[in-house]
Nanobody, 119 residues
Framework: QVQLVESGGGLVQPGKSLRLSCVAS????????MGWYRQAPGMQRELVALITSIGSINYADFVKGRFTISRDNAENMVYLQMNSLKPKDTGVYYC?????????????WGQGTKVTISS
């Protein structure tokens, strides 16, 4: 079974930076598309950034120019560098891996790491 563990969340002031990390186990990491999602209290979980198995990247509009997703296949890691943080960035950030087969796909989720942006 694929297991994902996020880390790096915390409390920071607006305008500061955080770097989130996600380590995967139980899978051939390089074969999976990896994504970062976030969920604010009372809100739907939403896509933040995605990086595919071949390196294609897309970002949600609300983080373009501020956040950077990257992956290190040798270390089974995916990162989210978050700069110029805003209070609206507050939420629980989740790492997701997508496993694709010949007939279907399946998404695996980490437990989440909490990010709070406040003065």
């Amino acid at each position: 079974q694929v297991q994902l563990v996020e880390s790096g969340g915390g409390l920071v002031q607006p305008g500061k930076s955080l770097r989130l990390s996600c380590v995967a186990s139980g899978t051939i990491f390089s074969a999976h598309a990896m994504g970062w999602y976030r969920q604010a209290p009372g809100m739907q979980r939403e896509l933040v950034a995605l990086i595919t198995s071949i390196g294609s990247i897309n970002y949600a509009d609300f983080v373009k120019g501020r956040f950077t997703i990257s992956r290190d296949n040798a270390e089974n890691m995916v990162y989210l560098q978050m700069n110029s943080l805003k209070p609206k960035d507050t939420g629980v950030y989740y790492c997701k891996a997508r496993q694709v087969t010949t007939s279907t796909y399946y998404d695996y989720w980490g437990q989440g790491t909490k990010v709070t942006i406040s003065s």
